[in-house]
């Protein structure tokens, strides 16, 4: 008969229907624990903890719970109940059988419970001599497997001692190494294949041999050889303290899709991992669609995660987000992002915009994909909406159009629209506003800018007319001494010769030295306004331009180009007088002075 080994068959710890709100520590407010005679707490026989009397080593008697060991040193630092149920000499199997069949902690799915909190601590030790390493990491797997359709968080861990075989024997080598070793990289090879944390107890407490026979041993003198004393079970304690208070909650991930409109009525949800999550729990229309915890290695393979819930939704806008949880507890939700589901496409509205004259306007937009139907929402200068027209339009080519909306002919005044279309799973985007303004009347009279008095050129001449821009006004004309000799200047398209702030139009060079007048009117399509009031000016030669002015005594003089200063200096003398009129800018150069008594007076036409 092969002697038992040292360790313990199959331990766990699961915190069954935590508190959500995570706390100093997990977010379980019991955890339970399975195991073998280390679980039990063998080699504790008679220990009092943590308060009154408690006799250890009873594992047949489920309740009241045994808190000797590990556990009850684990049940004062985690201020949590830790219970234990840990049976001498079982197995993997022999546990396994005992989950199955007992369902515990397992016997209630926690898929569907959005705050969950649980998490399962499956360990390992050597009294499965009887069966392969192979059969213990399939027992064991499939005990990872089972806590994963539970929606359980689960973490492996090992007490197996790793002493080097020794010819002297079992006391101080070890026989059996070869078994262990395998099975040592058996329940590594299941942390990696199910991508679950490994703990190696036994690393941890015993870096070297000789700690062995100093947490391990002292029992064989009472007949309980491979079984720790207190002071190894002190020891063990802040290993699985550190595992499950190590990691902080998990944060919010961030969404990827679906973002928009979609077509796809069963659609997948992804989002970025969340690298201190192990589950997720996605939430699809507050819940009322699907709500569910998956976990972390079954959906997020490589930096992101993704789930298809496989539920047909209907047409029409719908929302999503997500929540992480890990060991510590429940983290953050992620945004809710909205998204859409057979809506029809964006419209974009093309007419009526900017200044129209017809109150009857022909509204024309781009046509919507998916879209059976359309509504146009129209909204006057003061802020009113009417309601949305839903009147059949033509449609072809792209583009879409409908006359006169319900409201019949507009009043004048500034207006914005905009178009989104529908269909049977219900409204898509509304466009941007589009605005306009509509006239009703023949324009004001322009209000004449320059020129107001005198203008100097050469003769014949080519003078600049301006005036500022009309409401309304498609076109002008301009009439200059009845015009005659010149040539008329009528139907200047406002678009061509206006800005925001000006219109301006040259005149042909026709006219000569001597009196002159002009006026202008607006026209659009409801008809011509009045002339501006006649203004009279004088056009008076100049001397030409660029004139360089040196520093002598000055008659009064007119200038058509740039007048200047030598860069030598100029002097106005005491009693002098230099009056002058610049065609385009004065430029005074270095050493400009003006004496007392004298002035300088000039001015630039423009």
Known sequence: MRSRRFGVA?????????SAGGGEVGAADVYWAFGDSITWAAGLDGETFPSGQHFCGTPDVPYPPNPCGYQGRLQASLGKTVWNRGRAGETTAGGLTRIVLA??????????????????????????????????????????????????????????????????????????????????????????????????????????????????????????????????????????????????????????SPSTNITDTTP??????????????????????????????????????????????????????????????????SATQAFSIGLPGPANPMTPTGDIFDATPDYTWTEAADATGYEIELEDSLGGVGQPDTSAPSCGGGTCSVTTLPGGALSAGAYAWRVRGTNGSGEGPWSGQLAFT?????????????????????????????WLPVLGATTYDVEVDGMVPAAPLIDLEASVYCTNELCEVAQPPSLVVGPHDWTALARNSHGEGPFAGLVSYELLACSPPDLVVDDVTMPPFRACGTVSTAASGFTVGSGEDVIFHAGSKIELGDGFVVESGGSFTGWVDY
């Open 10 to 18: 199959a331990l766990w710890a699961a915190a069954l229907l935590g």
């Open 438 to 466: 509509l006239y009703t009347a023949a324009p004001a009279a322009p209000t004449l800018v320059y020129p107001l008095d005198d203008v100097f050129a050469t003769s014949p001449a080519t003078p600049t007319y301006r």
């Open 103 to 256: 369902g515990e902690p397992l016997e209630t799915d926690r898929c569907s419970d959005s705050e969950a909190g649980d998490v399962v601590l499956i360990m390992e030790g050597t009294n499965d001599g009887g069966q392969s390493a192979l059969t213990n990491k399939a027992n064991l797997a499939f005990i990872v497997d089972l806590a994963t359709s539970k929606c359980v968080h689960s973490a492996i861990a090992t007490l197996i001692r790793r002493l080097q075989p020794s010819p002297i024997g079992w006391l101080i080598g070890d026989p059996d190494h070869p078994y262990t070793a395998d099975l040592s990289s058996k329940i590594s090879d299941i942390s990696i294949d199910k991508n679950r944390a490994l703990v190696d107890v036994y690393a941890s407490i015993c870096p070297i041999q000789d700690c062995f026979f100093a947490n391990y041993w002292p029992y064989i003198v009472n007949g309980d050889p491979g079984h720790i004393d207190a002071s190894g079970y002190d020891l063990m304690e802040p290993i699985f303290y550190d595992l499950i208070t190590d990691r902080p909650v998990a944060g919010a991930v961030t969404n990827l």
């Open 268 to 333: 997948t949800f992804s989002w970025a991992e969340q690298v201190d999550s192990d589950w997720y729990f996605l939430e699809v229309n507050g819940g009322a669609s699907h709500g569910s915890w998956y976990p972390e290695e079954a959906i997020c393979p490589g930096g992101s995660c993704a789930v298809m819930p496989g539920t047909v939704m209907p047409g029409g806008h719908h929302s999503w987000r997500v929540r992480t949880r890990n060991l510590q507890g429940v983290g953050a939700w």
